[in-house]
């Protein structure tokens, strides 16, 4: 998706990432694998050099030491409330996930700056340094319902220092906007949000409960008085205070496990839900775009003539990594090529647009906002140097359907569907990203658990990302389509595989008819199937449709292309035959079937298969 870069009105809060499906356990971060929490928003950091009231310590005392994350920064102007004279510089910081005691965490590395004498103080200092860490729930001016929320649970702890008094808030909108005033606007009850005061020692994962709503207060009786609303809530957030007479300089504090206890269900406002869970016996009638089974393969449709490739990070500095059984890389480009693969097709016979990959590390952009690694496949629509697009509306054509694979930990697929808004051609070349850096229409999609489903998506259902920084409200110009995608993205590490099949744009008219095509959906199913698990230490195979194999092979294959284990595979028309694979590590792998049947025919047959130990 781009450069990812969320508007933003609270000055000091760096708003990075990209992400899911639904989640029943409404869990808002376990793995911490990257910036981005499970209700698809982002970790941020603030602290107490961002304040613009009139007894915050920048108004106050701008010359003395303020509190510090202990990551990396940029600095900016503050901006406060919008307003583009105020140059009062403010860090902007990047949201650093860890790992601690073997458990995958938020962490927050903090140096208190000084206290203050703000003008309630009676008798000197009292106005205490602070830092704090949140996870947004919603976009910001935005809020959630979280009915059904009973309690809030997570793992926190110091590394040096026991932190006497820490609070974790549930934001609630109607309190956010009271909030965003001008200085000459303040009431001296601003940010009095709903919270649960408690203390954190080093050491050991401390397990806090936090019962909703009866252990949320305001922080005391200078707090404006709002009632606590659940069906308005921004964000969670966790702040720790430091003290007058600064025996505490600074530590570093862990959160893990976050979760919403209760009844309430995260339904992602991204994902596209509508989706079946396997390909149909018969299909749109019209429309067929690519079935990749009829050479040249990486040939689009004939009236189009436009080619399908594949895509990573590396033009922008990453490193994800396509297997190159799947797609060979120009060391010089870093363009991919597809390499076309039997058995990847939604019939476990023919072929599907197909990557095996790696994702990489995030890069950086700004210094401050990780862009995290992504492969992709996609097609051009568009003719750069004729600057001629494809015409939707005049093709009839206003929706499109597809089948699709995953395998793999990655959360989701993402289809986008760029316009001329999106790219540059002969005639404009730096119009690109008109929109905004990285910004498209898309939808995301939820992985599919190693079996194929089908997609039906009309085009006015795609979204955009119109809360990221940078956005320009533009409509999809469906009369000048230059790309589609669908793209794969996520936290270092993420392995997997993904495919996709069957394309249509039902109504139009790409020169491929159905009948002709040898996958058409109703020939699908009567294919053949392949399929493998893994049982007690042996890679378990099962085929049916290839009759009377006369000679055979299977073979386990690990992600470096590597054959790993192999066995005989002739026999009947419904077969069965185990891989010994107890010393195997657990990863991704394949399993394939090369032989020849009774009629003398060719088989060819490819799975993928999780090792789970």
Avoid at 132 to 151: F, N, P, R, S, Y
Avoid at 232 to 249: A, N, V
Avoid at 259 to 282: D, H, I, L, Q, R
Avoid at 434 to 441: A, E, F, L
């Amino acid at each position: 998706m781009g450069f990812f870069n969320l508007k933003t009105t609270l000055t000091g809060l760096t708003l990075i990432g990209s992400v899911s499906w639904l989640f029943a356990d409404a869990v808002v971060d376990q793995t911490f694998d990257d910036n981005q929490n499970e209700f698809e928003y982002y970790w941020y950091y603030y602290d107490d050099n961002s304040g613009w009231g009139p007894q915050d310590r920048p108004t106050l005392f701008p010359d003395l030491k303020p509190s510090v994350i202990d990551v990396p920064y940029t600095e900016a102007n503050r901006e406060a409330m919008g307003d583009l004279t105020d140059t009062y510089q403010v860090k902007k910081y990047t949201f650093q996930p860890g790992n601690s005691l073997s458990k995958p965490c938020a962490t927050m590395p903090f140096t208190f700056g000084d206290p203050w004498e703000a003008g309630y103080c009676t008798n000197g200092n009292c106005a205490v340094p602070f830092v704090g860490i949140g996870a947004m729930l919603t976009k910001e001016q935005g809020a959630i319902d979280l009915t059904g929320v009973t309690a809030i649970t997570f793992l926190i702890k110091s590394r040096v220092n026991t932190l006497k008094e820490v609070s974790v808030r549930l934001q609630t909108l109607d309190i956010d906007k009271y909030s965003f005033k001008k200085t000459d606007e303040y009431q001296g009850d601003e940010f009095g949000y709903y919270g649960y005061t408690f203390s954190v020692t080093p050491g050991d994962w401390q397990p806090i409960t936090v019962n909703v709503p009866d252990d949320l207060v305001l922080p005391g009786s200078w707090a404006h008085d709002f009632t606590f609303d659940i069906t308005k809530c921004t964000k969670l957030s966790w702040e720790i205070k430091g003290t007058t007479d600064s025996s505490i300089t600074g530590d570093t504090l862990d959160i893990a496990d976050v979760t919403f206890v209760g009844t309430y269900v995260f339904n992602s406002p991204t994902m596209w839900m509508n989706v079946e869970s396997a390909p149909p016996a018969s299909g749109p009638t019209s429309g067929l775009f690519s079935t990749f089974d009829n050479a040249p393969y990486n040939e689009g449709p004939p009236r189009l003539r436009y080619y399908w490739y594949a895509y990573n990070d590396a033009e922008i500095g990453g490193n994800s990594a396509v297997s190159p059984s799947f797609a060979v890389q120009d060391t010089s480009t870093g363009r991919l090529a597809i390499k076309f693969q039997p058995a990847t097709g939604s019939d476990g016979v023919g072929q599907g647009a197909a990557l095996e990959y790696t994702l990489g590390k995030p890069v950086m952009k700004d210094d401050t906002i990780p862009i995290l690694g992504f492969v992709g496949i996609g097609i051009n629509l568009y003719d750069s140097a004729k600057t001629k697009y494809f015409n939707a509306d005049s093709a009839s054509v206003n929706s499109i359907y597809f089948e699709y694979f995953t395998t793999g930990a990655a959360k989701k697929v993402t289809f986008e569907l760029s316009d001329i808004n999106d790219v540059g051609d002969a005639t404009t070349p730096a119009r690109r990203d008109s929109r905004g850096s990285g910004i498209v229409y898309y939808r995301n999609f939820p992985p599919t658990g190693d079996v194929w489903r089908r997609v039906m998506i009309p085009f006015d259902s795609l979204i955009v990302h119109d809360d990221w920084e940078g956005y320009t409200a533009i409509p999809l110009d469906k009369t000048k389509l230059a790309k589609a995608q669908w793209k794969v993205q996520g936290g270092d590490g993420t392995q997997g595989l993904y495919a996709i099949d069957n394309i249509y744009m039902p109504s139009g008219n790409f020169g491929v008819p159905i009948i002709a095509a040898d996958k058409s959906l109703s020939g699908r199913a009567r294919a053949s199937s392949f399929n493998a698990s893994y049982v007690n230490g042996n890679v378990r195979v099962n085929w049916t449709g290839a009759a009377n194999l006369t000679r055979g092979k299977l073979s386990l294959i690990n992600p470096r292309g590597v054959v790993v284990s192999s066995a005989n595979a002739a026999g009947g028309s419904g077969s069965a035959a185990y891989l010994p694979s107890a010393l195997l590590p657990a990863g991704i792998y394949f399993v394939r079937l090369n032989g020849i049947d009774a009629a003398g025919k060719a088989v060819a047959m490819r799975a993928p298969i999780t090792i789970v130990k």
